[in-house]
């Protein structure tokens, strides 16, 4: 599909005119436009990286609450960095956030785009975001929603990145950089949206070539999605839901977590046989199965098998260790089991 003709000041000027009046008031957006304060700004591009913002801004909230300023997040352990995050999963991000301050409160914040794409977790979409709402730095952002809209509003049915950064590039408003993407950003995010875009209520309504096509829905075309794949395993619970036995989670989507005892079953592996080799990595015996669950993680559905264990192994004051979600779930089981609610093993559903 041919795009319309976009007569680019006229095209600016109503998006900008809906954003001053039509924007959203998010807590990282105080301040002078173009001069945002970077940290405030820095941590939600982190935590919007991957968690939407109606649920982001409680985590964004406690986060900082926690930790008002750089300084402060520098000189924390990485365990009450983690527990401040708890719950908002991708924990990597956390990590990176802490390893970056410690770099910015010895060195000063990063002044343009370079020294952002420079710091640990901030990749050119993050840079983009920080360096033209903080510095008034003219770079374009490339996120979900600027993906949907420029794709709408040229006709583009399958958007290559390359094709989205050079569109965003020549529509960005070099005058006010911070603002137009936020603009878009808030358009995606509120009017242009996946299922119901508000079309009539849209200030690009009028250069909108999906628009006009009648089918506003059908760009972008959807993308093939990776599937999920199901994982089982098992877990010791040692202990009860004031103290037990916990071990640091390894791996890209729970390291540096703690968490129960735990191990996935292999190809061909029984839980019964899987649960044995973990007693014996533990030198602990099982007891009862307390009950399954469930938990969705980037494109694993894990069934988390817990049984009640005991060992002389030393046990943590849970309340203060930063735990997933399937941890919570898991000595969830145990504390209702105790309540006497339910005498069968339960099964229990979360997400990160
Ligand atoms: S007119 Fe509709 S489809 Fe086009 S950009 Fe606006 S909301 Fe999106």
Redesign the pocket.
Known sequence: MTAISTPLPELRAALLAWFDSAGRDLPWRLGTEGQRDPYRVWVAEILLQQTQVARGLHYYDRFLEAFPTVQALAEAPIHEVLKAWEGCGYYARARNLHRAAKLIAADGFPGNYDGWLALPGVGPYTAAAVASLAHGEARAVNDGNVRR?LA??YGQAQPTDAWIGARADALLDAARPGAWNEAVMD?GAT??TPRA???PE?P??AW?A??ASGT?TA?PAPKVRTAVRAVEAVALLIGDGHAAVLERREGKLLGGLMGLPMLELGPDETLQGTLEKLCCRLGARSGELLGQVSHSMTHRQITLHVYAGTSDLPRQIVATAALSKLDHKALGLLRTRQQGLFAEPLMQSSSV
């Open positions: 809209v709408r509003l358009l009017v242009c875009p508000r079309c849209c690009l309504a909108c999906a628009l506003p760009f």
